[in-house]
């Protein structure tokens, strides 16, 4: 197989030449022979695939948000290769029966890899560990932990999970959100939540367990990685706690980078859209901008989606009653282009960086996130960031709809995506 008129990376145009799952030959482009299938990328940016540290996916338990089927589509859709499946499922994946389970779901029915993530604590109830150590050993091999959607808030039992998966090179991806501070929290708090009179959802109540965390995770000398970080407060903590040397790393939604607790007043969909309703909340322009700027320079390190599907009857009632989160996969990549790409902070090689290359290194993923060379598994994201394309949830590949951008307009567009040299979409369709 060979793609044909391909810049990668943003560079010269060239043909890449696929066989047996890896890139065989890198040539510029029109001087590859004709034999073989081809693909015509017509010029687009050819990226490594996507791959999210952060994804929902639902099954078991709630096949009828989404599906490791659907949000696997989805995925493709959107340029990933591979995802890591989050273990707030039902039951939660918190022993190697169910992160088998999931895995092999993903084997069957996946249309990018599945990687189980573990939960931290038996049932994500923050009480005891879970068989951290089973689920790394099983044939899943898990090395990504969270009890995401809870905060691991024990320092204890946090201590005790950054101890125990140093033997086995793991993380502890924390969800940074001290209970207490946030019983009944609807929105970000701030001057938008007083005028609404809904419940706020303060920085300090993540920015207190990113502190915590970095420093449990220097005094025991284990990695720990922050997932969803809102906040300008919190990028300073990072930024300081990365100044020690210690093994910190975060990642960012493409909803934060983009959107503003405003929207909840006033927006194209009207006040108290519950669309706009997610955990961590929107924060305000000046976080926005501070986690931009966290991104580009390399503070954050990854953006990952927090892709978190709902059927309609859980978004569209009432603000208090709606389930939080919004789906991601299908429009990261534009989201991205929006917020980082055309506002200069950050180049194609960046993207690549940032959304492939160091999210497949935290999740120890040896087959993704490679450099586009000679020998490299030939997973590859095929995008076209010069069209501008209204968002259609209807056309999702994603059993769900939750989409804060319905109706606005982005940049980009994804051409194909390719797992190992087999199309896993085409022409911006599933292959
Ligand atoms: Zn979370």
Redesign the pocket.
Known sequence: MIIRNVRILGGEPVDIRVGNGVITAIDPAGTTSAEGESVDGGGAIALPGLVDL?THLREPGREDAETVQTGTQSAARGGYTAVHAMANTSPVADTAGVVEQVWRLGREFGHCDVHPVGAVTVGLEGRQLAELGAMADSAARVRVFSD??KCVDDAVLMRRALEYVKAFDGVVAQ?AQEPRLTAGAQMNEGIVSGRLGLTGWPAVAEEAIIARDCLLAAHVGSRLHI??VSTAGSVEIIRWAKSKGWNITAEVTPHHLLLTDDLVEESPVGAYNPIYKV??PLRTRTDVESLRAALADGTIDIVAT?HAPHPVEDKETEWSAAAMGMVGLETALSVVQEAMVETGLLDWAGVAQRMSVVPARIGRLGGHGQPLEVGAPANITLYDPSVRTKVDPSAFASKSRNTPYEGMTLPGAVVATFLRGRPTALEGKLA
């Open positions: 952060h995401d959607g969800h997932c969803h955990n961590p927090d």
